[in-house]
């Protein structure tokens, strides 16, 4: 049971890229959600869904997007990579009784 | 506004000094208190569920209360593995299952 799956686990993008961060869980989870923690700042909710077809914005939604076509994934894209959005990227799932969030290992994310 | 505050931002505890980790939170309506252990490099870890005044819940040396307005990690008798830092987070019922308010994390480290 791989619970929730992050890759790349390591990247590095110039100012304009775009790429898409993958997240994978094998659980059936309903929620899945994606947070971006900064020194000092604690972890933020970029976006969210509850279930297949359905996303919301979070907390710091822009320069980013997502799509949930399946349960099982929940990619992130950045459509044009800034250094503000150097960050380790941490994606999330629960089921629908919202009894304890499990997180992936996290994506290191660095914009020069 | 949702505002999750804990306290001390770092904490350093000889082996076997028990102590305690303060979460104090403001929501209009709480769904539930998390705690999660967070090592360097890794994801957040699931620890505990609190969702109403006066629940406690205890994992080995860890002991989590609840109050209307804040709760507690308790660690007694702390061993260097339990070095670590701390996240409370907490779900407001105004929110979606997806949306916790993390709070910036308590850094305990134990010395032997």
């Known amino acids: 049971n791989a619970g929730v799956t992050q890759t790349p686990k390591f990247q590095v993008l110039k100012t304009g890229q775009s790429m898409t961060l993958q997240c994978a869980q094998d659980m059936n989870h309903e929620y899945m959600s994606w947070y971006r923690q900064d020194p000092g700042m604690g972890l933020r909710l970029i976006h969210y869904s509850v279930g297949a077809g359905i996303t919301d914005q979070g907390e710091v939604p822009n320069g980013y997007n997502v799509s949930r076509s399946t349960t099982e994934d929940f990619p992130l894209r950045l459509l044009s990579a800034a250094p503000s959005q150097t960050s380790v990227y941490f994606c999330?799932?629960?089921?629908?009784?919202?009894?304890?969030?499990?997180f992936g290992s996290g994506t290191r994310l660095t914009v020069v | 506004e949702d505002q999750v505050t804990q306290s001390p931002e770092a904490l350093r505890l000889q082996e076997g000094e028990s102590s305690s980790l303060n979460c104090s939170y403001t929501v209009s309506g709480l769904r539930g208190l998390f705690w999660y252990r967070q090592d360097p490099g890794k994801g957040p870890e699931f620890l505990f569920t609190l969702y109403s005044a006066g629940e406690e819940k205890e994992k080995e040396r860890l002991k989590a209360t609840l109050t209307k307005k804040e709760s507690f990690l308790h660690i007694t008798a702390p061993k260097p593995e339990d070095s670590a830092t701390y996240l409370c987070?907490?779900?407001?019922?105004?929110?979606?299952?997806?949306?916790?308010?993390f709070g910036k994390g308590t850094k305990l480290s134990v010395k032997p």
């Open positions: 987070a907490v779900q407001d019922y105004g929110g979606s299952q997806g949306n916790l308010i």
């Open positions: 999330a799932s629960t089921s629908t009784r919202g009894d304890g969030y499990t």
